[in-house]
C-alpha cells in the first residue's frame, strides 16, 4: 500500500484526476447556472426543467466522485493545495 501511494506515477495521475474533477464540477456549476434562468424564466417549458435536472443530477454524480476520490487511501494525501477536502453537493449543484 505505502509502496502504491508513494509511487510518482500515482501522485501524478491522482493529481491531474482531483484538477480535472475539481473543474468539471466548477463547468458544472457554471452550466447549472445558465440553465436555471432558462428553466425558472417565464414561459420555460418542461423540457427547460428537465434539462436543469437532470444538470443537477450529473453535477452531484461528479461531486461524489471527487468526494470518493479525496476520502480515498490511497488518494487523499496527494490532494493538491488549494482543493477542498470534501465538497457540498448542495452547495455547488443547488437543492
Known sequence: MTRDQ???KNREHLSQTFNS???QIQA???NLTVM???ATATGASVQDRANYTGAQLNCRQDV????ADTASTLGAPW?????PTQINADT????
Open 79 to 83: 490532494l493538491p493545495q488549494g482543493l
Open 28 to 30: 458544472d456549476q457554471a
Open 92 to 95: 455547488y449543484c443547488g437543492s
Open 64 to 67: 461524489a466522485q471527487y468526494n
Open 21 to 23: 474533477e475539481f473543474q
Open 36 to 38: 436555471k434562468k432558462t
Open 6 to 8: 508513494n509511487d510518482a
